[in-house]
């Protein structure tokens, strides 16, 4: 990330067409600022919908993995009644 790419939010009004293309062209990520901090980013959309999707499949992993403990316990017998179970649940 360089300095161009950090643009006061009160500029990019100005500049989007530009800052658009840059991002699109160039491949360069802008962040916008609002009062000296970070408040929002410019991506290409593509890239965005890669971020969203490897977000996806992290989650699936992180399930993926819960259930292979879930699974591990259950067949060492580490298990809880539904009385236990709803009493954790509740509380």
Do not use: C, F, W
């Not at 009160?10 to 991002?23: D, G, H, I, M, Q």
């Not at 062209?25 to 600022?33: F, N, P, S």
């Amino acid at each position: 990330m360089r300095a161009s790419d950090v643009v006061p939010i009160s500029e990019a009004r100005a500049r989007l067409t530009e800052l658009a293309e840059e991002v699109v062209g160039a491949g360069a990520e802008k962040i916008l600022t609002k009062n000296g901090a970070s408040y929002v980013a410019i991506v290409d959309a593509k890239k965005l919908d890669y971020y969203h999707t490897l977000e996806e499949e992290h989650a699936s992993l992180v399930l993926l993995d819960d259930a292979e403990v879930g699974l591990r316990q259950v067949l060492e017998g580490e298990v809880v009644t539904e009385d236990e179970l709803n009493r954790l649940l509740a509380g």
